[in-house]
């Protein structure tokens, strides 16, 4: 009998510490946007999958008992008195379960120089100079109430309690791809590859991809991808893209298919705020 309760009391105390930590988080509000009523913890455990894949963050939202979004104060990316969220290099793979198994994905995002670091003020807006296909300067911009990533992969940022997220994919621009066909066979081989963003576990499949506001120049894609345990993860995003120089500048935002309908405004805002120019080829730059 006392080994019997032993082990009962062994199994059921971090299950109690777990319910009593949950209770008592300290909650810390992200960048102040007219939608974002997100919030951080300050108590909660670091988490190795930080730098998981979107399909991962998937996984983790179907597991309650798991979490990553205290990570964002490990981070460094909050900056008390500027407000200022500034991306931090990572040497962590960002694939595969806790960033292993997956090397990155393949967004094309390249910063321009050592003076290009992302940054995202209070206000949620990402700014950064990252190269075309020619290597020329092109100046990105979006707004966003989730946190920029501290990501080696180009530029992202994401909601770390659940699978919404904004991306930049950059590719060399091809003739007529305005037309609906030829973009669907451009995003099959970039972001839905199997080396792009919803590609780590397997290529993503039934893929329908048709343009939902011809005035913004917005398209409708839906695909399902896959998890690390192959579970299959209907998925709903908006992508608008922008030509400069030589490429294709697209911002990808979206999230799971059931949730998409109940955050559709929060999209619409994200892509209307999206910016892609090019930038001045001869600028003073700090020394």
Known sequence: ????????????????????????????????????????????????????????????????????????????????????FVAQTSLAFEGGVGGLGKTKPTTGVILFDENSTPIQNEKGIVS?????????????????????LP??????????????????????????????????ELLITSALASQGKYGAYGAPTDIKVKPYNSDTGIYAVSFTSYTPSMRESERQVWVKPV??????????????????????????????SFLAVAAPETRLRAK
């Open 1 to 84: 009998m006392f080994f019997k309760s032993t082990l009962i009391s062994f199994v059921a105390a971090p299950i109690l510490f777990e319910q009593e930590q949950d209770r008592s988080l300290a909650l810390i509000p992200l960048a102040s946007t007219p939608n974002n009523n997100q919030c951080v913890s300050s108590t909660e455990e670091p988490s190795k999958h930080f730098f998981a894949s979107q399909e991962e963050e998937e996984e983790l939202r179907l597991n309650p008992t798991l979490t990553t979004r205290s990570i964002f104060l490990q981070t460094g990316l909050a900056s008390v008195g500027s407000l200022l």
């Open 151 to 184: 990501t080696t992969s180009g530029l992202e940022a994401r909601d770390l309690r659940s699978s919404e997220s904004a991306f930049v994919q950059l590719v060399p621009t091809i003739p007529n791809w305005q037309n609906r066909k030829v973009f669907q």
């Open 128 to 148: 950064a100079e990252i190269k075309s296909v020619s290597g020329k300067p092109i100046l990105v911009e979006f707004q966003t109430p989730w946190p920029l």
């Open 243 to 272: 030509e400069v120089d030589s490429s294709l500048v697209m911002l990808i935002t979206g999230t799971t298919k059931n949730a998409f309908a109940s955050r559709e405004g929060i999209f619409a805002q994200i892509c209307d």
